[in-house]
DNA sequence: ATTAATTTTTAGACTACCCTAAAAGTAGTG
DNA sequence: CACTACTTTTAGGGTAGTCTAAAAATTAAT
């Protein structure tokens, strides 16, 4: 049984290295967690010790198979009731981040899946972020968006993961439905915008947001 | 801030007076929290400091008013979340108690007050025990059941809670009626019944059921 | 490539909470 | 009142987690 100081520092070892590989360094897990750097080479210690890190002195750590599990699961938690906080009991989205932050580390499998049925299993929390299911898949595991592809690639519009009108009715002037093909003529590193070919005919330039609420196959 | 140790403290205290005055001695808090005797008199020293118990050596320990506030915050929670478990994500009365032992720690008046109003402000936990409300009375708060006093009490019946004609037969045959007066002569912890002396004259042994279902003053 | 700046680790100490073993206090009994 | 049984407290120590200050290692810079 982990306690909770050991569970956030998986928590913040996890969200380190989604954004950066390799930024999970002693100074910024301290900072994360607003400690200091000692404590947590003392604890690096401890969670490799017990086989959650793989650590080796003055490098940055990474999680084990287990350390990520745990780390996946706390973030389920964590998701799933901010969206409950929003949804059912009507906070409002910016309200609701510490008190998740206490809730994330109750533990009860039983209860987290009931409350992942409660909610309809949902796959986005208040904030847009993806909740990942009770096998820690997040919910775009094995579907592509259009903006992880390389320019000179051609793909075939399989889905949409913003769901609401507006992005529709944008995709429905732009003549792309489903099973449209896309081409990848350029794609721009500096703003992650892409010049594409629609159905081989119609170019046009869409933006970073567009590409990545694309999925493609 | 209480922490999670120092607030079990609190509730076991809570739970030991309700029963039976006097009774939060030492050795009965170690045995409720599955601790050792030495640690309990540590913890009472530091939770006398901190203005949540009235401690004196060798002696019973009780809650000042700011404990009794704390405690019965936490059995507020606790019972609410009891009932959320079972009302909304339909989890078995009897799973319910170690996950709301958890969340019952969770710190949010805002979230305690919204899950009060999503559950529809109810007066009753899934096992029939009472929710106090925000202000921390207890739903027959103004009005005294004979369960709630302590031995060697003497008080008189002003009413009942259950008006079932079963219930209402059942203290006719035992000579109670409006305006009895009853001496408890003793409170026994194991099962909450009693032996009381009716109108100082007939002596009985009451159920906590039937304890629970007098007013008394 | 040696020095300087920065990062990380070690050493030693603190608090919260727990324990065991022994001492001290309280109560019951003849 | 003394003796025994029991309860409670003290004394001393352990672990988890934190800190500061100093030492060691790494990285950057001249």
Redesign the interface.
């Known amino acids: 049984m982990l306690s909770l100081t050991e569970e956030n520092y998986l928590k913040a070892i996890f969200s380190l290295n989604r954004e950066v590989a390799e930024s999970a360094t002693t100074n910024a897990i301290a900072e994360k967690l607003d400690t200091k750097a000692s404590s947590v080479t003392d604890m690096m210690k401890r969670l490799s010790k017990k086989d959650l890190v793989n650590y080796q002195k003055y490098q940055a750590v990474s999680l084990t198979k287990k350390g990520k599990e745990v780390a996946i699961s706390i973030i389920r938690k964590h998701r799933l009731w901010e969206l409950f906080?929003v949804e059912?009991?009507?906070?409002k989205w910016d309200?609701v981040h510490?008190?998740a932050e206490?809730?994330e580390h109750?533990?009860?499998t039983?209860?987290t899946d009931?409350?992942d049925a409660?909610l309809g299993f949902p796959d986005q929390d208040p904030h847009g972020d993806p909740i990942p299911n009770k096998e820690g898949q997040f919910p775009e595991d094995g579907r592509t968006t259009l903006s992880e592809l390389n320019q000179k690639t051609s793909c075939k519009v399989v889905g949409v993961k913003d769901h609401s009108s507006s992005f529709l009715s944008y995709l429905e002037s732009m003549d792309i439905e489903l099973n449209t093909i896309i081409q990848i003529k350029t794609h721009h590193a500096f703003d992650s915008s892409m010049e594409i070919l629609i159905e081989g005919k119609k170019e046009a330039h869409i933006s970073k947001e567009v590409a990545q609420n694309l999925y493609v196959e």
């Open positions: 906080l059912k009991l009507h906070f309200e510490d008190i206490q809730l109750i533990k009860s039983q209860l009931r409350l409660f």
